[in-house]
């Protein structure tokens, strides 16, 4: 029995790469990729590091650029088989966060903070994701429910590393936070299309109490072929929560809120006026920093809900 199993488990055909060889590869591109970017050389020279390097890889493995990319477009029309190897990969790169440049900037200074104090990190999913512009795997939907630890005045930071992968188009991810209080939601998003790190501020309001969070992160289609491999790897996911300072004899009230994650419908059009605050189903533009994005027809394409 165990034989016949064995037999009917999908094999990689022996023209492409095998997936623990192209696990390999995909864990030192990303290697490289960080330490051209992080190389003290001019940002126009950054691409002819990261080929360099990446032709030393290829050459470690005993493979041509031209074996590596069909072997690449070969996993991506196969996707549920290349998220079990980037799945692996993400977790090999965790390990090695440092590498990708995790000591950098905001994501090194709160690397090492946990959930409890006056600022934490909050974030409770995978910290490392995989994904493309094929659903489902171009949508990473998250919540955060009531926490006991939060505060009227809270504020949060979201941020993580993101690095593209594409052999053409363009390039173009969303990522969409809203958080819930007593009677109003405010909402904010934020368009990223570059490898690096991305952070996303939301303010607070100090007079409603927070009952959760939710958001996700998007991958826009496009107007490339569907066999066109376009790839984005986010490392090192972190949502920041601080606390506002309490002035002395101050009276913190304690959270007594039932449980409840934020439930209904977001609506689309929500998504093009940056951060917006609103009462019940009414949302209503609060900065219109983000509004140049017109990300709203794009999500509206994959029915947001």
Known sequence: MVVLVASCKPKTPSQYIQPDDMEDILVEYHLTKALAQNNAVAYDDRDIYQTVYMEAVLKKHGVTKADFD??????????????????????????????LGASEG???KYAQLDATGDTANIWSDRSAMTM???PPYNRW?????????????????MQFISDFMYQSGQKGAVLYVAIEYTDTVVSRH???????????????????????????FYVEK??????TTRLLFLNNVQLIRFHKEIKENEEIKKDSLQRDSIGG??????????????????????????????????LSEDRVR
């Open 132 to 134: 493309m512009p094929l």
């Open 141 to 157: 939907d998250f919540v955060i429910d009531e926490d006991s630890t939060f505060r009227r005045g809270d504020s949060f930071l």
């Open 190 to 216: 934020q368009r990223f299309s570059s490898s690096g790190i991305t952070q996303m501020r939301i303010p607070a309001i100090d007079d409603q109490d927070i009952k959760g969070l939710k958001g996700f």
């Open 265 to 298: 419908r977001i609506a689309a059009d929500t998504l093009s006026g940056g951060d917006s605050v609103g009462t019940g189903r009414h949302h209503q533009s609060v900065d219109s920093r983000a509004g140049s994005h017109r990300v709203a027809p794009r």
């Open 106 to 108: 905001e994501i090194g």
């Open 70 to 99: 069909s072997s690449l477009v070969y996993y991506y029309t196969r996707a549920d088989r290349f998220e079990n190897v980037y799945k692996r990969v993400a977790e090999r790169l965790e390990e090695q966060a440092l590498m």
């Open 222 to 227: 496009g107007n490339e072929p569907p066999t």
